[in-house]
């Protein structure tokens, strides 16, 4: 269900350490790269879509979708994807999406939007654990988010605790919010049979 006035924001601006440094959002999988999964599953869910990414621009403007770069330098984590894109969005939610998320719900902004209450920003628990970099934020959290920055803090855990912001239950779909962190991770989500065969699952 696509959702007015919100945006997708994909972030995929992260150095990527344990993909041995190589560009996360363009590892390959069932044959484009990562963050083409994430676009064309956001895009029926959202009214438009950005993305963070901090090298590589030419290759990911090849979505025809606007890519920003961060304002604050030296990969300084996902918040400061989140600033900018925040900053930069037509409309007064962002929901954003990891590059590295491929199987997450197809209701996934529906949900956070229903359930967001009277709080600024919402985030992804799946029973298992707490997801905050899939999380549903509203742009007048961006004066909170500056000065956080600006602190030198850069735990985005601590952020979400500092502004209120409340988690929303995925429950029994711990395998939608897998992560393809690693090299590895990448092979075996390839070798499942197609692209909808969630990685991890028995």
């Avoid at 959702?3 to 150095?15: D, F, P, S, V, Y």
């Avoid at 600006?150 to 855990?157: E, F, P, T």
């Avoid at 995925?170 to 065969?197: G, H, V, Y």
Wanted: aromatic letters at 8%; glycine letters at 8%; one cysteine or more.
């Amino acid at each position: 269900m696509k959702m007015k006035n919100i945006t997708g924001g994909i972030l995929a601006g992260g150095q990527a350490t344990r993909m041995g440094g190589a560009d996360k959002g363009l590892q390959i999988l069932h044959g484009q790269p990562l963050y083409r999964h994430i676009a064309q599953k956001l895009a029926p869910q959202v009214d438009n879509i950005l993305i963070s990414a901090n090298r590589n621009l030419e290759q990911y403007r090849q979505s025809q979708y606007p890519v920003i770069t961060d304002e604050i330098e030296g990969f300084s984590g996902p918040l400061a994807g989140m600033l900018t894109l925040l900053k930069q969005a037509p409309t007064p939610w962002v929901a954003f999406v990891p590059c590295d998320v491929p199987y997450f719900p197809l209701n996934l902004v529906e949900k956070l939007y229903e359930q967001r209450g009277e709080a600024l920003a919402v985030y992804v628990d799946d029973g298992e654990r707490e997801h905050p970099t899939l999380a549903l934020l509203n742009r007048r959290i961006i004066p909170m988010l500056e000065a956080y920055l600006a602190q030198g803090d850069r735990k985005l855990m601590l952020f979400m605790k500092q502004i209120n912001a409340h988690p929303v239950l995925f429950a029994d779909q711990a395998s939608a919010f897998i992560n393809l962190n690693t090299p590895d991770d990448i092979e075996k989500a390839n070798k499942l049979k197609n692209r909808n065969e969630k990685y991890g699952a028995s």
